[in-house]
């Protein structure tokens, strides 16, 4: 059965479910070895309702993000819809979810060594998919996140800072 995003209704709709909750709740992440502390997960908003978005910026009109996550194997893509459902409803477990840069997050999921990432942020109350990528080094790869920075800003720059209410 695929489960690509996009490809099959129960997929889409999965993930355009409200919920009570955006976000995951995050303790610091103290890095004795390196003698810092890490940024935390913005906490879930109780409030909030959010869908995810997808970043969209092709000339057929089919979101980038998209394209990218239809690369990854089938299993990965599954692992990784169900993490961002479980973001929607606040329910991901410890080490699924971490902060990289400024307000970008990013969703892990690990099979043996293969490692797979969505990178995203939270435009008020919706998460939105900038990247998903197949990781084969020790830290997430800078061009990805300087990727996932850019289109970021270009989204922001067409939809502003907050979605309309």
Request: charged fraction near 25%; aromatic fraction near 10%; include cysteine.
């Amino acid at each position: 059965m695929s489960h690509r995003l996009g490809g099959s209704p129960k997929c889409i709709s999965a993930l355009s479910l409200p919920s009570g909750t955006v976000g995951a709740p995050s303790k610091p992440d103290n890095d004795a070895t390196r003698g810092r502390t890490r940024p935390t997960v913005p906490p879930p908003d109780p409030a909030a309702m959010g869908t995810w978005k997808f970043f969209r910026a092709s000339v057929d009109g089919r979101p980038v993000f998209k394209k990218e996550f239809d690369k990854l194997p089938d299993q990965a893509r599954a692992a990784l819809i169900v993490l961002m459902q479980r973001y929607l409803v606040g329910d991901l477990a410890a080490g699924s979810i971490k902060p990289i840069r400024g307000d970008i997050l990013e969703l892990r999921w690990h099979e043996a060594n293969n490692h797979f990432r969505v990178l995203f942020f939270r435009w008020g109350q919706h998460p939105v998919a900038l990247t998903a990528f197949y990781k084969n080094q020790q830290k997430t790869p800078k061009t990805k996140i300087e990727t996932a920075l850019d289109r970021q800003k270009i989204w922001k720059r067409a939809f502003g800072d907050t979605p309309p209410i």
